[in-house]
């Protein structure tokens, strides 16, 4: 072959900007998705930390804690899976602060791809990799005694309202990462508002027993919306308002975050 | 940008650092930069093999780019850039912290690429890179472009060639500097360094000035260890330029195509 330069006419085919801002999404999203096995400690990590909760609160706190009448086992089950999927937002803002890092960015902008491809390909992935989690998550709740009696139904709005935290938690990642940009510092500010999401709700205790002013924020965050109602769907239980008030708040989530962080992208790459 | 798209199509960018996966292979590093110029699939991955193969890459094609040398990195990220066969390519330091092999293979497909119908815009700190690959020089100090103009322009503005002796012994170095000081240009005498026993003069002659010199020095009975009549190098213009505040126009002389030497 030569080297010799292309001034003729480019060969590029024709297709809609929304068809190009999803082909070039799941272009990157596969490149984000076969790095996962290549790369297994973070995936083990990713595993192993919900893993340890598990363990903790199943054997060490559960036993101190009162959840009416369901055991605590399957109370608990519903608070991991939502942590699991929340803090995968963090692996969300440190892939892209890599990507920032590494010049990758300054590849992509070069290219005549979607501005939005780098945001969506990475988010996608990433809720393919938390579905993954949670699946082993699953496995270990049922090794030590978690007994869902959720119908078809039950498990796939289970599921679909995990995975739709999950990405809307990943928007919110990713804005971090622009924001900070060096994956140290995404690494830490990507977990600080997650503890007082996680342990403010009703992951692992009633919020009944919380003072007054906590427990008028946990009830009302993001967090144990979802956590009630996945708990809810997972064990037959009437979901009542908290199915569609989880749906508001991660749609809510979505129309803010995607925007915000596709226009700090534009202006990180604009640089 | 109206058409940010379409000139995005006819550039292409290798930055300072290699901007390539390292947890891809070198082939999926190509393919992926070929689905998104939007070539189809499988004009993505002929393409991805026709430049492994035209940049050494092959048998690297399946490995992880994390495994790669500094070399195999730079020549994968100016194969990326060169998916599209851009008619404009910007390489910024194309050769920074490369071993002398691999700059000279780094410059051949560079070389390879101009005389393709690339348009280059090449920075780069390595003034003899500039020299080699480019055909009209901006010389850029602090911000400011102070000089430009063909390789040969610019070192017309630096004036005459030198001449460089080393010695063998260091008595003679008094001898050798009387001789130098009758070539030397326009008074502007001999710079002696009595350490490294070296000699150096500017001076307006052309390599037929050398016999001279060899057999004048002879004459003087000055054991010569090297000698040589060295053209200005770029490096010489950029040190005249930011260096000195102002210096004499160049004198009019003939400047020698060839590096000569004489060791």
Not at chain 1, 239 to 263: D, E, R
Not at chain 2, 117 to 128: A, C, E, I, P, V
Request: net charge negative; hydrophobic share 50%.
């Amino acid at each position: 072959m030569s080297l010799a330069a292309n001034t003729g006419g480019v060969k590029v085919r024709h297709h809609s900007k929304f068809y190009w801002a999803l082909a070039d999404g799941f272009v990157l999203a596969r490149r984000n998705l076969v790095q996962i096995p290549r790369i297994p400690e973070l995936l083990v990590f990713a595993t192993i930390q919900p893993v340890m909760f598990v363990l903790l609160f199943r054997y060490v706190f559960g036993g101190a804690i009162d959840v009416g009448g369901e055991s605590y086992v399957n109370y608990l089950m519903a608070g991991i899976f939502v942590q699991t999927v929340a803090f995968g937002a963090v692996g969300t803002g440190v892939g892209l602060a890599e990507d920032l890092q590494k010049g990758l960015v300054d590849r992509f902008r070069s290219l005549p791809m979607a501005r939005s491809a780098v945001l969506t390909g990475r988010t996608i992935a990433d809720l393919v990799r938390n579905l993954f989690v949670v699946f082993v998550m699953l496995i270990v709740g049922i090794l030590v005694g978690f007994r869902p009696e959720a119908g078809l139904a039950g498990w796939a709005g289970a599921i679909g309202l995990l995975l739709l935290l999950s990405f809307s938690f990943s928007w919110i990642g990713a804005t971090i990462a622009l924001l900070m940009r060096s994956t140290e510092a995404v690494q830490s500010a990507g977990f600080i508002w997650l503890f007082p999401l996680t342990f403010a709700s009703s992951a692992f205790v009633q919020t009944d027993n919380m003072p007054g002013w906590l427990q008028t924020f946990a009830d009302h965050q993001p967090m144990t919306q979802v956590i009630d109602a996945v708990r809810a769907l997972l064990l037959g239980q009437a979901v009542g308002s908290h199915g569609w008030q989880a749906l508001a708040w991660c749609l809510g989530i979505l129309v803010v975050f995607i925007p915000l962080s596709v226009t700090l992208y534009r202006r990180v790459a604009a640089r | 940008m109206r058409h940010a798209d379409e000139l995005r199509s006819r550039i292409g960018l290798t930055g300072q650092y290699a901007a390539v996966d390292e947890y891809l292979t070198g082939r999926e590093n190509l393919e992926m930069v070929g689905r998104l110029y939007h070539l189809p699939k499988r004009e993505a991955r002929r393409r991805a093999d026709e430049l492994l193969e035209r940049f050494d890459l092959v048998d690297a094609a399946s490995r992880l780019v994390k495994t790669y040398s500094g070399g195999m990195r730079r020549r994968l990220d100016l194969s990326a850039s060169l998916v599209f066969s851009p008619p404009v390519l910007f390489l910024d330091e194309p050769t920074t912290g490369l071993d002398p092999r691999s700059r000279i293979a780094m410059w051949d497909i560079i070389g390879e690429l101009v005389s393709g119908g690339t348009t280059l815009l090449l920075t780069t700190q390595y003034l003899d890179e500039a020299d080699r690959l480019a055909d009209r020089i901006c010389v850029v100090d602090a911000g400011r472009v102070i000089a430009e103009g063909t390789s040969g322009e610019l070192k017309a503005r630096v004036g005459g060639e030198r001449l460089e002796v080393t010695l063998e012994q260091d008595d003679g170095l008094e001898d050798a500097a009387r001789v130098l000081e009758r070539y030397a240009y326009a008074d502007s005498g001999v710079r002696v360094d009595a350490e490294r026993r070296y000699l150096v003069a500017t001076v307006a002659g052309g390599a037929g000035l050398l016999a001279a010199v060899v057999r004048d020095l002879d004459a003087a009975r000055v054991r010569v260890d090297e000698l040589g009549l060295h053209r200005p190098t770029l490096d010489d213009v950029f040190l005249t330029l930011t260096g000195h505040a102002a210096e004499p126009d160049a004198p009019g002389h003939e400047e020698l195509r060839d590096e000569k030497e004489i060791a």
